[in-house]
């Protein structure tokens, strides 16, 4: 799991938004406040991208998850997968990243069969903004595209509430390990799409 630390804290901007290009390509304008005015992009993203992520997740995790884990949990939490633990190599998601000005500032990724989101991470000085809940809307769209009965992920448990409002349910509360001796608790969700025909994969 790549656990999705979203949670609509306090923001310190406002969405004050309408779409410009077709997802994947969407641009925002967000109002800071302030004078200043800037735009966020959604686009695609591949391989090349990742390394560049893993700043995001980290300020995500620490800003936004201290009330429900220690330290020790969210350092491993936020070391690369590939660094914390071998395993055999997983498929690569279809990614989206939003960014200003090249800037990387969150970012969702979902299974290219659409059936799992396996990711969902915002900068936390841009938590509260809208951006959460436009990459998700992005990702549904591709389960929806792709006819899946249902769609799952695994939640960190600060996110539950912000998953809930997109309509999934909890299935089951795990815990993720991290570790030898330190694991994550989460929360294994799913949302039901459509009702299951047959021939669905289980």
């Known amino acids: 799991m790549d656990a999705c630390p979203?949670?609509?804290?306090?923001?310190?901007?406002?969405?004050?938004?309408?779409?410009?290009a077709q997802p994947g390509e969407t641009?925002?304008?967000?109002?800071?406040?302030?004078?200043?005015?800037?735009?966020?992009?959604?686009?695609s993203g591949g391989p090349g991208d990742r390394d560049g992520l893993t700043a995001v997740r980290r300020d995500a995790v620490f800003a936004q998850c201290r009330e429900h884990y220690t330290d020790e949990q969210?350092?491993?939490?936020?070391?690369?997968?590939?660094?914390?633990?071998?395993g055999a190599p997983q498929p690569?998601?279809?990614l989206y990243i939003a960014e200003i000005e090249g800037y990387?500032?969150?970012?969702?990724?979902?299974q290219a069969d659409g059936t799992w989101i396996r990711s969902l991470y915002?900068?936390?000085?841009?938590?509260?903004c809208g951006l959460g809940r436009e990459l998700m809307e992005i990702m549904l769209r591709v389960s929806a595209?792709?006819?899946?009965?249902?769609?799952?992920?695994?939640?960190?448990?600060?996110?539950?509430?912000?998953?809930?409002?997109?309509?999934f349910e909890v299935e089951e509360e795990t815990l993720y390990p991290l570790s030898d001796t330190v694991s994550l608790p989460c929360a294994r969700m799913v949302k039901r799409l459509?009702?299951?025909?047959?021939?669905?994969p289980e």
């Open 27 to 43: 641009k925002y304008d967000t109002s800071m406040g302030t004078d200043d005015h800037q735009c966020w992009i959604i686009r």
């Open 74 to 86: 969210m350092t491993l939490w936020t070391t690369p997968s590939d660094k914390r633990r071998a």
């Open 194 to 200: 459509r009702d299951r025909r047959p021939g669905d």
């Open 145 to 167: 595209e792709k006819d899946v009965p249902e769609v799952r992920l695994e939640s960190s448990m600060n996110a539950v509430p912000f998953y809930r409002r997109f309509g």
């Open 104 to 110: 990387p500032i969150g970012f969702g990724a979902i």
């Open 92 to 94: 690569s998601p279809i």
């Open 122 to 128: 915002i900068r936390g000085q841009y938590a509260g």
């Open 6 to 20: 979203f949670d609509t804290l306090g923001s310190i901007c406002r969405l004050s938004s309408r779409p410009l």
